[in-house]
């Protein structure tokens, strides 16, 4: 056990000092905050000053944030974590703004909160201040901070939304992890059939006499892509042919993701296996967020036409906006959700009994966990499956380079074999 002096701020928004004797300085700090106080610099007392007094981050780990740069999206966790604590024990709002951005070392975030704090103080509300901001903060955020201020409830909607960004996180961090192995692997094959196409293969066949026509098609296929690589890199015009390579692969991520976002997102929900872990997510992401919208008291249209933005998926997105106008014309949730025959019978029943008792909220978001559960269980299918089959997929690149490489050395041998033995049949026979 060791003593820390410390600086706060308490429920009453009053700068408060002294010292508090605990195992750890996140100990200290749980403690403080089981007070009601909020540390803002905490020191070790023993050092008697020799140490430089550190600042305490109330985030989830109690983690000091070094980096810099953007403002990512765990940096928004945190900072809606922070604030969630703060108004749940009682804080001012603009006190806790100014204690969160006191606790900030990345400059991105404290730059973010300067921001903020300045807005609010001048008479803005948090939810318009935050509006300055649409790059960091979704429309999901903006209204579920626009219905906590309007409600009076915002210690609620900032818990909810916590929930939901920590959700979105893991889901980020899954991915990731799923994806990293087989990206690995893929740019290792890339790099490695390079190197034999471009320098290993033409020095072995170049030993072959007998031209190209010789040679049978799998070498001949081979030789040509390797001509191409190495007049890729070589050449003037190849660097020409590399540039409009490049320019046509920007093209296309432009198309990706403007006129083009339909007909992609449709293809990705078909394809086999990514199709139906991205289905799950959004799925899972479409209870969560709908149950917390409505929960904090936002119409079904309203609520609908912010989680057509939390999907992923210009086509579900699409699919949502059609069972939003018949809601508008009067028609139950549930039937035109079924309808659309992209969202399970679970989810249709479990809109259809809400929509009857009142509870939709309550059975949305415990229908939440399930559907996170699925989509935990088909990410994990998909990092199982999806390295084996690029694995696969190399070894079959590797295996016809082997074989193209090898069959005109078989055959020529197998030819010199043949020669000499008709040669010595002839002598025999005089």
Request: glycine content about 12%; overall charge positive.
């Amino acid at each position: 056990m060791g003593w820390f002096s410390y600086k706060a701020v308490d429920r009453g928004g009053q700068h408060v000092a002294g010292q508090i004797e605990a195992s750890e300085r996140k100990g200290a700090v749980v403690a403080l905050a089981a007070r009601g106080q909020f540390v803002t610099e905490l020191a070790d007392a023993a050092a008697g000053g020799v140490f430089r007094r550190r600042k305490a981050v109330l985030d989830a780990g109690g983690l000091v944030r070094l980096s810099s740069g953007r403002v990512t999206s765990k940096d928004i966790l945190a900072i809606t974590t922070q604030l969630s604590t703060a108004l749940r024990a009682g804080l001012p709002l603009l006190n806790t703004l100014e204690l969160i951005r006191e606790q900030q070392q990345k400059a991105a975030t404290r730059h973010l909160l300067d921001e903020l704090v300045k807005a609010v103080s001048e008479g803005e509300s948090l939810s318009e201040a935050m509006g300055k901001n649409l790059k960091v903060f979704s429309p999901l955020y903006l209204s579920m901070i626009r219905v906590g201020e309007t409600g009076g409830l915002l210690e609620h909607t900032t818990t909810q939304l916590a929930a939901i960004l920590v959700r979105d996180e893991k889901i980020k961090t899954s991915m990731k992890n799923a994806s990293a192995y087989p990206i690995f692997v893929l740019c290792l094959g890339f790099i490695s059939v390079a190197i034999v196409l471009t320098w290993i293969l033409p020095r072995i066949l170049s030993t072959i006499s007998g031209g190209m026509a010789v040679l049978p098609w799998p070498t001949r296929l081979l030789l040509g892509v390797s001509g191409f690589l190495r007049v890729l890199f070589t050449k003037f015009y190849g660097w020409v042919i590399l540039v409009m390579i490049i320019a046509g692969l920007y093209r296309f991520i432009k198309w990706r993701k403007s006129k083009g976002r339909l007909r992609w997102d449709a293809f990705k929900l078909r394809f086999p296996i990514l199709g139906s872990v991205l289905r799950t997510i959004a799925i899972g992401r479409f209870a969560r967020t709908l149950g917390a919208l409505t929960k904090g008291g936002v119409t079904i249209l309203e609520a609908l036409s912010v989680v057509r933005d939390t999907l992923g998926n210009e086509l579900l997105g699409r699919e949502i906006d059609s069972v939003a106008e018949k809601v508008k014309r009067g028609e139950s949730l549930g039937g035109p959700l079924g309808e659309s025959g992209y969202f399970p019978p679970l989810l249709v029943q479990i809109v259809s009994i809400g929509e009857r008792t009142g509870k939709l909220d309550e059975l949305l978001l415990n229908a939440a966990e399930g559907f996170d559960a699925d989509a935990d269980a088909a990410i994990n299918r998909f990092m199982a499956i999806f390295p084996a089959i690029l694995i696969l997929l190399l070894a079959l690149v590797i295996g016809f380079i082997i074989a193209a490489t090898l069959l005109p050395i078989v055959a020529m041998e197998l030819g010199a074999v043949g020669g000499q033995g008709t040669g010595v049949g002839g002598q025999g026979m005089f």
